[in-house]
């Protein structure tokens, strides 16, 4: 348990932020915090006994209304977004007073130090090869805390218990997350690393800077410590090589996928990168001569076959009153958007895919701005016809997240751009860039039972679909 007991979380209703003040929580601190408006993450804090002040300001830190959220001795320490500016007034409160301040990466940190920590890195997949984690060692009886940046199955009816699952074990599996190097906050024993790809320009520099971080994550896992990822990948390379005895492939547990309720190639990798790392944990089994221990691979496949996916992972929405197939998926990167739609082609090859995307912050679309124009037009990654799978591509204002305004990009530039080297590959998809969510939604319910609608972005487009169920 770490040394602090009364917490103020700003920011609490993010999927990460909410996961650890339930965590603390269990763990027998007193927990509370604010966040700039009400969602069913912040409800269901509330419903679970955390107060959420909905709204930010320094009275929010006053003597009674800390009293009143159950901190009847004040705070100790307050834990806060990156995407909380200094001028915060909260923020600005807390320092004034000279309480202690922690990021969610140092928090998550902390709290890692009292665990056995798996840390799960990479560009992609990180969230959903957590969570088959959680799958896989709850299947094989190890009783996990899982820190996931999404809302699990099991627990999306109500969102109570959101991205966190605590069987009160040892282990701690979390996502670790590059950007900033804040993963470096923790010290794993093991590390999933499931690709490095370029992103995060606005903070890296290129490439090897990426590399650099991963490089230095690999190094804080002790003598005993395993690195699961695949060594063939040319951007895992350095890695390979400074750390080649901690290597485990997970290439070679692909023959041992279960079939699986998600759709995707890249899926099968996730899935292959779990029982890679479960099958370390069986091997360490067998040498404590522990018949129990030793048939952690068998609960870990059955937990693989339970998986059913996490909230806006290539998530199933149900139709339209017309038929249209909907889904949702966070994808954000080129990389991600490939997959995205190869696993959607690959299992809907007679529909039209109709795309809405939400390019993800200014920096990341100019500077891989060439890479979004080619990953939508890109043609027949499954079967043999040649067509590009996505037969519609709408696009919306670009979700600015933690960036200012830049003049230089945005969706109207790309879906031009898009439409030039559509017409000079004389290919028929149709692209438009819309103002709106609710023109989105009129056009996605007129969509019939040929089609296949999907939302794709890491900021609110899965909203349209809200507005079409």
């Known amino acids: 348990m770490i040394e602090y007991k009364n917490i103020y979380f700003i920011g609490i209703g993010g999927i990460g932020m909410s996961a650890i003040a339930r965590m603390l929580r269990e763990q027998g601190a007193t927990v509370s915090g604010s966040d700039a408006s009400e969602s069913d993450v912040t409800r269901g804090l509330q419903e679970s006994g955390i107060h959420v002040n909905i709204g930010q300001n320094a009275e929010n830190l006053s003597v ?173 390379a350095p890695i390979v090589e400074k750390f080649p005895d901690k290597i485990v492939d997970y290439k070679k547990l692909l023959s041992k996928v279960p079939e699986l309720k ?66 949702d998926d966070y994808a954000h990167h080129p990389e991600e958007i490939r997959a995205g739609i190869n696993a959607l082609h690959q299992n809907f090859q007679d529909k039209k895919l109709v795309i809405f995307f939400q390019p993800h912050l200014y920096s990341r679309t100019k500077k891989l701005f060439d890479e979004f124009v080619e990953v939508f037009l890109e043609k027949n990654p499954v079967g043999e016809s040649k067509i590009t799978p996505v037969s519609e591509l709408y696009l919306l204002p670009i979700y600015a997240a933690r960036e200012p305004a830049d003049s230089e990009i945005s969706s109207e530039i790309l879906a031009q751009k898009i439409t030039e080297q559509n017409l000079s590959e004389n290919s028929k998809m149709k692209v438009e860039f819309l103002p709106s969510f609710e023109k989105a939604a009129e056009i996605a319910l007129e969509k019939d039972d040929q089609c296949v609608v999907v939302t794709m972005g890491a900021g609110d487009v899965y909203k349209i679909l809200d507005l079409v169920k």
């Open 64 to 236: 009674s209304n800390l009293a009143m959220a159950g901190h009847h001795d004040g705070i100790d320490c307050v834990v806060y977004t990156t995407a909380i500016p200094d001028s915060d007034p909260e923020l600005s409160e807390a320092r004034l007073r000279d309480l202690p301040t922690f990021t969610y990466a140092e928090m998550l940190g902390k709290i890692s130090a009292n665990f056995e920590t798996i840390a799960v890195a990479g560009t992609h997949g990180k969230t959903t090869t957590t969570a088959m984690l959680a799958s896989a060692f709850s299947g094989a009886n190890l009783k996990p805390h899982v820190i996931v940046g999404s809302l699990l199955p099991e627990y999306k009816s109500n969102y109570l218990k959101g991205g966190v699952v605590d069987e009160g074990g040892n282990i701690l599996i979390t996502e670790a997350c590059e950007y900033k190097r804040s993963f470096l906050n923790l010290n794993p024993k093991h590390v999933v690393i499931t690709n490095i790809e370029e992103d995060h320009l606005d903070y890296y520099s290129d490439l090897a800077d990426i590399q650099s971080a991963f490089i230095d994550l690999c190094a804080k896992t002790p003598k005993d410590g395993k690195i699961i990822c695949n060594p063939d990948l040319p951007n895992l």
């Open 262 to 327: 998600v759709l995707g190639e890249h899926n099968k990798l996730n899935a292959a990168a779990t029982l890679a790392l479960m099958s370390v944990f069986e091997e360490v089994g067998k040498n404590r001569e522990n018949s129990a221990d030793a048939q952690i691979l068998d609960g870990a496949i059955t937990g693989l076959e339970k998986f059913s996916g996490t909230w806006r992972r290539l998530e199933a929405r149900g139709e339209t009153e017309k038929g249209a197939i909907l889904y």
